[in-house]
């Protein structure tokens, strides 16, 4: 049995930071992509950043130079710093896990096996 559980939501003003973590288990966790994704009301999920298991990243244009993706393979965690936030970034954020490894990380969530039940990050003005 697979879990990843995210944790370190919560709400802040505009131009504040967070920090959110992401844990997986029951799995080879060393070999796998993981990513983080929200998805907003009425909106569809959004890849954020990504991690392959030997430190190779990639992020959406949206969060590029405020948000940071780091992961601590012997914690089997993966983080999202989150800074310069804006009211736009309220949304329901996810941690997905892929079953297989990869070079380079896939940006779209189907190709993610494994997914937590999210934590809420809401900006107000």
């Known amino acids: 049995q697979v879990y990843v559980t995210e944790s370190g939501g919560g709400s802040v003003q505009a131009g504040g930071s967070l920090k959110l973590s992401c844990t997986a288990s029951?799995?080879?966790?060393?070999?796998?992509?993981m990513a983080w994704f929200r998805q907003a009301p009425g909106k569809e999920r959004e890849g954020l950043a990504y991690m392959t298991d030997v430190g190779s990243t990639g992020y959406a244009h949206s969060i590029r130079g405020r948000f940071t993706i780091s992961r601590d393979n012997a914690k089997k965690t993966i983080y999202l710093e989150m800074s310069s936030l804006k009211p736009e970034d309220t949304a329901m954020y996810y941690c997905?896990?892929?079953?297989?490894?990869?070079?380079?990380?896939?940006?779209?969530?189907?190709?993610?096996?494994?997914w937590g039940q999210g934590t809420q990050v809401t900006v107000s003005t």
């Open positions: 997905g896990a892929t079953r297989v490894g990869w070079k380079s990380c896939p940006a779209a969530s189907p190709w993610y096996n494994y």
């Open positions: 029951g799995y080879t966790y060393r070999s796998n992509c």
